[in-house]
Structures are given as C-alpha cells and as structure tokens.
Nanobody, 115 residues
Framework: QVQLVESGGGLVQDGGSLRLSCAAS????????MGWYRQAPGKQRELVTT???????NYADSVKGRFTISRDIAKNTLYLQMNSLKPEDTAVYYC?????????WGQGTQVTVSA
C-alpha cells in the first residue's frame, strides 16, 4: 500500500510563497502520473497540476505562471512551488499518485493566504 505524506502548508500573506512536499513510501517513478489537487471550503476538489512519468506537466489556468510542480525521484518526493499566492489559493492541498491500477491520496495540507 502506497502512502503519501504532504508537508509545507501554512499561513502566508498575499503575494507570498510556499513550497509543498509529498513524500511517497515507494518509488514515484513507478506511477503513471502524480499531481496536486486542492479543495476550498464549500467547493469541489480541483486539479492544480500534474506531472507524468515522462515528465510532462499540466497546470490549471488559475495557477499557470505562479506554481511549479517538480519531483526528486531519488528522494521519492513530489514538490509544488507556489509563488505570488492569492487569497483565492486558500485550500487544503492534496498529493495524488496514479498507478495503472490504483489511485492514491495524501491526507492534505492546509494553505491559507491572508489578504
């Protein structure tokens, strides 16, 4: 069973930066793709960004140019660098890993951006 553990969330002011980490219990290179999702209060969970096994990235329009997904395969860790944060980025951020047979989620980390 794969475990994903997020860290790095917190409270930041409008325009600030945070870097989220997602440590996987197994080799992240074994996944078809990995990504970050977020869920704000009263809203559905939405895709933020994904990265395929081959390194192809995809971003939601709302975060393009501000957020960057990356990974360290040797450390089995996925990252999300978030710059120019806005209050509307406030949400619980979840790490996701998709193998060819299963879909895994972390427990989430809270990101709060104050105006």
């Amino acid at each position: 069973q794969v475990q994903l553990v997020e860290s790095g969330g917190g409270l930041v002011q409008d325009g600030g930066s945070l870097r989220l980490s997602c440590a996987a219990s197994g080799s992240i290179f074994s996944f078809k793709d990995m990504g970050w999702y977020r869920q704000a209060p009263g809203k559905q969970r939405e895709l933020v960004t994904t990265i395929t096994r081959g390194g192809i990235t995809n971003y939601a329009d709302s975060v393009k140019g501000r957020f960057t997904i990356s990974r360290d395969i040797a450390k089995n860790t996925l990252y999300l660098q978030m710059n120019s944060l806005k209050p509307e980025d406030t949400a619980v951020y979840y790490c996701n890993a998709n193998s060819w047979t299963n879909n895994y989620w972390g427990q989430g980390t809270q990101v709060t951006v104050s105006a």
